[in-house]
């Protein structure tokens, strides 16, 4: 696999591009300027003082405080079930799997994989008799085995979770971060925090790593454990860039709505109006028109940067309107085994968007219609490229709905680009500079890949 870091966020839908959620415009913020990073040990010294919750939400308030041993702090009993399946219904999905990818799948010969020889595999397993949670991630498994990190099978209660994650109503109970979990490293990196959140209220920002979950490790086995009951109390370990760890209490409370943007004009020496949008993700509805705010309240521009250094893709539904406030025509097509389909975008400009000199910035963690956008913006608009080249992660998915309420996505089509021969499956996308720091060394004001971007602009 070629990602290092998992992205703790979403996934897919309509024709999607993916790898694996208020409208709220982030004004900027002052923030201490980092000096080094400093040495994380797994055992840091007690706190001298007892702490206290940094927020108690309303409906906590007549509450006893309540904490949870740390290896029952797992997310709450799901909102979404599965209904029981029969071996027979079994079978029959997972005969409508093997027909599908016969018939759709991007690479004739299976991505280099004896597809006959993976499916009777599985066959023999599910005809052993599986429980019906099981047979689904066993599904999920077999079409893993193609090794193309897009194509999935999901359950029907994933199904009505990513839905519902699409259209911005996310509903989970957690202190409210949204962040990149890096096993290797052993932590989670705060990406943003929700609006209203008890992280918000605790201080917890942008580039912060929690290193600790009620004193233990963040690994594969123990799982992530900032989910929990409502009302519950957790004590995290966190590092801002450059800063001593430092221990925050947190209660647990419900979480909803949709994923915040990042934007603000950056400040230059010499006047300039430049203007910076992050864009966490293409699977959330509501981001276009937090865009499309943002674009209004900064009028025109000098510049603009767009950050998609930790997008890994998602809908059209979400990625086409974002398009539009920047280029239209043919852009390109998408390429399936019997045919294409064209891109096709009318625009939709806001102030001076189709217009303004752009810089998008890009990392190993942008992935499909992460760097589709990327690589279009480039071909089409003329748009300079800052930060790491990205995954090179491009295939598009179909999906295909089973009577159960399951689904199938299944890469099915490549993009091309109309404007230039370039292989983004084979390359990712390649900066124009080269700036690359891990998300949490630095603060905005230090941010390597910004700097670029400036630079690539013509400003400082």
Known sequence: MKAKRIAYGFLIVSVMACNFVTQMIVPPTSTPEPTSTATFTASPSPTPTQLVPAYIPPQCEAKPLATIPPDLAIQPTPKFENADLSRNTQLQILDRIERIVEEVYVYPDYNG?????????????????????????????????????????????????????????????????????????????????????????????????????????????????????????????????????????????????????????????????????????????????????????FGPLDGLILDVRLNGGGSSSVAYPILEFFTDGKLGDFVSRDNSEPLIIDANPIQNSQTVPLVVLVSEDTASFGEIFAGLMRDVRGAKIAGETSLGNVEVLHGYNFEDGSMLWIAASTFDSAFSDDDWEATGIVPDIQAFAEWDTFYFETDPSVAAALELLGHN
């Open 113 to 297: 994989h004896d597809w006959k020889t993976i499916v009777s595999r599985y066959r023999g397993i599910v005809e052993a008799g599986l429980d019906t949670d099981v047979f689904y991630t066993e599904m999920q498994s077999m079409i893993e085995e193609l090794g193309d990190e897009h194509s999935s099978f999901i359950s029907p209660a994933d199904v009505q979770r990513t839905d519902a994650e699409l259209r911005g109503e996310i509903e989970f109970v957690g202190v409210g971060i949204y962040s990149n979990v890096d096993f290797e490293r052993g932590r989670l990196v705060v990406i943003t925090t929700f609006p209203g959140s008890p992280a918000e209220y605790g201080g917890l920002q942008s580039h912060d790593s929690i290193l600790l979950v009620d004193g233990q490790p963040i690994d594969p086995e123990k799982g992530i454990r900032t989910r929990g009951p409502e009302c519950t109390a957790v004590v995290l370990t966190v590092q801002s860039p450059g800063e001593a760890p430092r221990e925050v209490m947190l209660v647990r409370t419900e979480v909803t709505g949709g994923l915040p943007i990042d934007a603000r004009l950056v400040s230059t020496t010499d006047g300039s109006k430049i203007g910076y949008i992050f864009i966490p993700t293409f699977f959330d509805e509501t981001i276009p028109q937090q865009i499309e705010n943002a674009l209004n309240e």
